[in-house]
């Protein structure tokens, strides 16, 4: 298998990164299509890892230093795949000099994100009837 990671604009990743954002999100998790996508696509940093030519990862980077819709499709978990995304989208905020990036995490991955080196904050919330729990990392 060929693994390929590539960090871009929108303009360039929207197809990519869409497909693995729908099949994770909408299909998976059922959450209502007309909330995947947003304005601030446009406006962030996107990281895609295709293998053999075929999306199975994605997120993004906000300009605030938000990283958020963080996918893997199903069959390419448990590979280290997100981690290669996070740790591009940190080095895309570092590179942009930003101090500190935050997300906001679904429950069941926050253990992932801390042992990136985010930390927990706050009460857990809703989002898209999903709980979440707001997490941030110094650079």
């Not at 303009?11 to 059922?30: G, I, M, N, P, S």
């Not at 406006?43 to 996918?71: F, K, N, S």
């Not at 997100?82 to 570092?94: F, K, N, P, V, Y």
């Not at 990136?116 to 989002?127: K, L, N, R, V, Y």
Request: hydrophobic share 45%; glycine share 8%; with cysteine.
């Amino acid at each position: 298998m060929k693994q390929h990671l590539v960090v871009g604009s929108w303009q360039d990743l929207h197809d990519r990164a869409t497909r693995v954002r729908f099949a994770v999100f909408v299909e998976e998790q059922k959450v209502p299509a007309e909330l995947e996508l947003d304005e601030l696509d446009a406006e962030c940093v996107h990281a895609v890892i295709a293998i053999d030519a075929q999306p199975a990862a994605t997120g993004r980077l906000c300009p605030d230093g938000r990283i958020g819709r963080m996918a893997v499709l199903t069959p390419f978990r448990g590979q280290g795949l997100g981690s290669e995304i996070l740790r591009a989208l940190i080095s895309a905020a570092q590179l942009r000099g930003q101090h500190e990036t935050y997300l906001h995490a679904q429950m069941h991955a926050v253990g992932f994100y801390e042992r990136h080196g985010f930390i927990a904050e706050g009460p857990e919330f809703d989002d898209a009837g999903i709980a979440h729990r707001l997490m941030r990392r110094a650079a």
